[in-house]
């Protein structure tokens, strides 16, 4: 799948005790299986109001006991997709019943992340949360936590009273490191009735990319506390992805500003089982390479 870009912004077993092996399927978790949470780590580059980079991290962990509906479709891919509905994959949230499943931390980089829990307000895709979940948004850490690329990171959940401590290694898959073409690293206009064209140089071989992950490109038109409004997203060889006039005037007439975000994207998922019970349900783990700069309208 690969999917989506960067942009808008109980009593606990100890994380450093001796965690059990990734939940065993009976089967193998595939994207058709329904929604049971995700685990979303991005790196990313920022053009700064000042004209800097900020280079840093943003995490989300969430799971879910139950949601209704129990999945939502996913975006064209390929194609552009309009997001401001909330009615696709990953903005759709129906209601939910979260899993308190402890502390989550991310081991791969230079030094391990321990998440704080997430507070009341939307995480970074515009999205409020009901229940438990994992926010970490940092300046100028992006290299110190997920410095590492073409690699793979763990997850590890320490565990609740109703949720077992588990570990799932090797889950996200960080893409290799890839660079902007034309257009650059700048802030962008966007033209009524104009398309966009966004070419970037082939990224290097994915040699550490496991069998079951998806890799692809994204350009994403985002407005600050509404998450991502448009999303393109293609194949990671292709070299340029075009988003259609009429994609652009969708953002336009949604706002008059707010955030391109041009991404890497690797996609895999788990099982997301408490050990003894298996009812198909899958965890999205999404890993995101990305730049982030601003748009206006003219």
Request: with cysteine; net charge negative.
């Amino acid at each position: 799948m690969g999917l989506f870009a960067c942009g808008d912004d109980i009593k606990e077993t100890p994380i450093d005790a001796k965690q059990p092996p990734t939940p065993d399927a009976p089967d193998v978790a595939d994207f058709s299986w329904d929604e049971g949470g995700e685990s979303r780590l991005e790196y990313q580059e920022v053009l700064t109001g000042a004209g800097t980079t900020n280079i840093r991290t943003r995490a989300t962990t969430f799971l879910f006991r139950s949601k209704t509906p129990k999945r939502f479709e996913f975006p064209l891919i390929p194609g552009c997709t309009k997001m401001d509905l909330d009615d696709r994959f990953p903005l759709g949230m129906g209601t939910r019943e979260y899993i308190d499943y402890g502390v989550a931390s991310y081991t791969g980089g230079s030094e391990t992340l321990t998440m704080p829990a997430g507070p009341a307000m939307p995480d970074g895709l515009g999205r409020s949360h009901t229940g438990p979940w994992s926010f970490h948004v940092g300046m100028g850490d992006g290299a110190k936590y997920l410095g590492a690329f073409n690699a793979l990171y763990d997850l590890k959940l320490s565990g609740s009273t109703t949720w077992p401590a588990q570990t799932y290694d090797d889950a996200h898959y960080m893409p290799p490191t890839w660079a902007l073409g034309t257009p650059g690293f700048a802030p962008m206009v966007l033209l009524a009735d104009t398309p966009i064209t966004q070419t970037y140089t082939t990224p290097n071989a994915p040699t550490m990319k496991p069998a079951d992950g998806a890799l692809n490109m994204v350009f994403a038109l985002v407005i600050p506390g509404m998450g991502p409004v448009v999303d393109c997203i293609e194949d990671t060889l292709d070299g340029s992805i075009t988003v259609p006039a009429d994609m652009v005037n969708h953002a336009r007439a949604l706002g008059s500003s707010g955030l391109v975000a041009r991404a890497h994207v690797s996609h895999r998922v788990k099982e997301l089982t408490d050990g003894t019970t298996h009812n198909r349900k899958r965890i999205d783990f999404i890993t995101i390479w990305c730049y982030v700069t601003p748009w206006v309208s003219n």
